[in-house]
């Protein structure tokens, strides 16, 4: 039983505009969330994180927003580029146990 | 600074054999990972170490063993593989191990493919 779920595989977005990726969870122990971005042949690359103490996250043109109440966070780039073109994957840890628990990732194409 | 390094890039395997995955890390980082991915599935936690001569189960462990002798390096073997072990292998590193907030950061992966 997926714990971590992206729901939406692919997602296809023109260059300039937002990208907006979504992550659900069903456990409410969880309570620190990581993004990874990872290309083609290439590991995972850390991109972002969001305690449960926070419900925003922002560096530079990646934003994370976390609604606890809803189990479910998200990840906005904006503007968005086409070298941002790959795989994400959220990530999600159940309390200083570093057993990180992923979803099944979702491919983002920027068109130029 | 290299981070995490794994060997070999890529491998094809019959089936019965055994097999060695090498990470290492030049970042003295505490904590080591292992986790393979399949399509459709993600990456899954294998096996951890949160410290050099202690090791722990992951999610899908059956099949595989690891051994952290040292900090630097974390082997992955395979006694006996099966074509279901057919995945991407990643290994990973993170700073403090089992501690809150604590980043993993991941190697470059092994394609392993057993017929």
């Known amino acids: 039983d997926q714990q971590v779920k992206q729901n939406s595989p692919s997602l296809s977005v023109q260059e300039g505009r937002i990208s907006i990726l979504n992550c659900d969870y069903t456990?409410?122990?969880?309570?620190?969330f990581l993004w990874y971005k990872k290309y083609p042949a290439e590991g995972p690359t850390f991109l972002i994180s969001?305690?449960?103490?926070?419900d925003k996250n922002e560096d530079g043109r990646f934003t994370v927003f976390l609604n606890k109440s809803a189990k479910h966070l998200s990840l906005h780039i904006v503007p968005s580029q086409p070298g941002d073109s790959a795989v994400y994957f959220c990530a999600a840890d159940g309390g200083a146990t570093n057993k990180l628990i992923f979803g099944t990732g979702t491919l983002l194409a920027v068109q130029p | 600074i290299a981070g995490i390094t794994q060997a070999p890039t890529s491998q094809i395997l019959a089936a019965g054999r055994r097999m060695t995955l090498r990470c290492t890390q030049d970042?003295?980082?505490?904590?080591m990972y292992w986790y393979r991915q399949d399509l459709g599935l993600g990456l899954r936690l294998i096996h951890y170490s949160n410290t050099a001569g202690t090791t722990g189960k992951g999610e899908v462990p059956d099949g595989y063993s690891v051994s952290r002798a040292n900090t630097d390096d974390f082997p992955l073997t395979l006694a006996s593989a099966v074509p279901s072990q057919t995945s991407v292998y990643f290994c990973?590193?993170?700073?403090?191990?089992?501690?809150?907030?604590?980043?993993?950061?991941f190697g470059p992966g092994t394609r392993l493919t057993v017929l």
């Open positions: 970042m003295r980082h505490n904590a």
């Open positions: 969001i305690s449960s103490i926070k």
């Open positions: 456990n409410s122990m969880f309570d620190y």
């Open positions: 990973a590193s993170s700073e403090l191990g089992g501690s809150w907030q604590d980043t993993q950061y």
